[in-house]
């Protein structure tokens, strides 16, 4: 069936550093990939998304890149803030019926430390 | 986008009770969505509502236990009944962007600790 493979976490970097988060997925046909956050204590955000092959989300200094050859969507950010403290998800869309249902990896919780 | 807010935002419960949780949205969905997230872990799908019919449940997860109502196309409620320390989780309703939209928004949870 459809799923999303995620990057096993925890992720501990330093200020300023580059991060990479790796997702690759599984599906009949042609999703559409987001990426969502969580910060500490709060509900689900949506960070980038695209809908179609070679697309590329960005938001706030992240990025991904639809990989339809390599079924990837990884996250990047050239330079990561404190601020950017959360866990990261990555998810697929599919049809279920009349639904458009999300798939969601399992996500990987990113420390930045100043 | 959507403004979703849940209630209650927090709550603990003795083993055995039910909890049901609240969804308001600030327009007309067709779609509710309810996702349970336990300690750690990534979010699964419980059921899809859909206001004027039953909800369809996922794999491993009962109507007895998680019923679900839709009465309009702003509200939703999830009870989780009998409890036990094992529905400790954080619950989520979402609803999708659009119609034909993929991207779902998200409330802020419901974060349920079962004593």
């Known amino acids: 069936g459809d799923s999303v493979t995620q990057m096993e976490g925890p992720v501990t970097l330093s200020e300023e550093a580059f991060l990479t988060i790796n997702c690759t997925y599984t599906?009949?046909?042609?999703?559409?990939l987001f990426w969502y956050v969580q910060y500490p204590g709060e509900g689900l955000q949506l960070l980038l998304k695209a809908t179609k092959a070679d697309d590329k989300g960005s938001n706030k200094g992240f990025e991904a890149t639809y990989r339809k050859e390599t079924t990837s969507f990884h996250l990047e950010k050239g330079s990561v803030q404190v601020s950017d403290s959360a866990v990261y998800f990555c998810?697929?869309?599919?049809?279920?019926?009349?639904?458009?249902?999300?798939?969601f990896g399992s996500g990987t919780q990113l420390t930045v430390l100043p | 986008s959507a403004v979703i807010s849940q209630k209650p935002s927090r709550d603990i419960c003795q083993r055995g009770t039910s909890l049901t949780i609240q969804c308001q949205v600030d327009s007309q969905v067709t779609m509710m969505f309810w996702y349970r997230q336990q300690p750690g872990q990534s979010l699964t799908l419980i059921a899809t509502?859909?206001?004027?019919?039953?909800?369809?449940?996922e794999s491993g997860f009962v109507i007895d236990k998680f019923p679900i109502s839709r009465p309009n196309l702003t509200f939703s409620t999830l009870t989780v009944s009998n409890m036990s320390p094992e529905d400790s989780s954080i619950y989520l309703c979402?609803?999708?962007?659009?119609?034909?939209?993929?991207?779902?928004?998200f409330g802020p949870g419901t974060r349920l600790t079962v004593t």
């Open positions: 998810a697929l869309g599919l049809s279920s019926g009349s639904a458009r249902q999300l798939t």
């Open positions: 599906a009949t046909g042609y999703p559409s």
């Open positions: 979402s609803v999708n962007r659009g119609q034909n939209s993929y991207e779902q928004y």
């Open positions: 509502a859909n206001q004027g019919s039953e909800a369809t449940y």
